[in-house]
């Protein structure tokens, strides 16, 4: 398999299938692609992806360019790994809260796009974004509960933390504190979580 993605330090689509992939343990290779190259980026992204996007992935003659149709293959693909949780309503509860960051929270990721190579600075956020960040604090709090934790959908990390870990590098480079937010601690401690598994620590030492 192959996997088609762009700069580490920005692209926040790619990261998310990238780590899906890492935790199954299969071996894969990736094509990496400079994002913010004008005409260059495109060109160098249309032969690998239909959609002219990054991520896509490569399995043989199958291309699957969406990074959560990526991550739903991988999760049938090998079940092993578990990246969604086997209950039914804990599933449907992880699926939904994945769904809702695939397409939502547009204010969070204009004012605070991810950049793993900045310096972590403080940041005045509009009520947009903050109205983002108190959905994600009572979300995240209200499946910690739920579930068990430590993760989202319970004790074995899966695709729906894959999608928030984005979040939790925004929430470190802007100096979110979480507390502000209506968190009373498993918010935060659950972002910390993240941004300490040894799949992200893979992909930000490549950055």
């Known amino acids: 398999m192959e ?8 692209s926040t689509w790619s990261l998310r299938p990238w780590l899906a992939l890492k935790k199954t343990g299969a071996p894969f290779t990736e094509r990496l692609i400079q994002l913010r190259q004008g005409t260059g980026t495109e060109q160098a992204i249309e032969p690998h992806s239909p959609s002219g ?14 990074s ?19 209950d039914p309503a804990a599933r449907a509860l992880a699926r939904s809260a994945a769904a809702e960051m695939h397409s939502g929270f547009s204010s ?32 995240w709090n209200e499946l910690l509960s739920r579930l068990g934790g430590p993760y989202l959908a319970g004790p074995e990390w899966g695709i729906v933390d894959a999608f ?9 480079t802007y100096g979110v504190v979480l507390s502000s937010y209506g968190d009373t601690g498993p918010a935060g401690a659950y972002a910390e979580r ?7 620590l893979a992909w930000e030492a490549e950055i």
């Open 108 to 139: 969070l990721r204009g004012e605070c796009p991810m950049d793993l190579a900045a310096e972590p600075k403080s940041a005045d956020l509009s009520e947009a974004t903050q109205k983002d960040i108190r959905r994600i604090v009572r979300l």
């Open 3 to 10: 996997l088609v993605i762009g700069t580490k330090a920005w």
């Open 194 to 200: 993240l941004l300490q598994r040894p799949e992200f």
């Open 68 to 86: 959560l149709a990526i991550c739903e293959y991988l999760a049938e693909r090998f079940p092993q790994a578990r990246l969604w949780p086997q």
């Open 164 to 172: 928030f870990t984005p979040v939790a590098t925004r929430f470190r």
């Open 53 to 66: 996007l990054v991520p896509a992935l490569h399995d043989g003659d199958l291309v699957i360019w969406d």
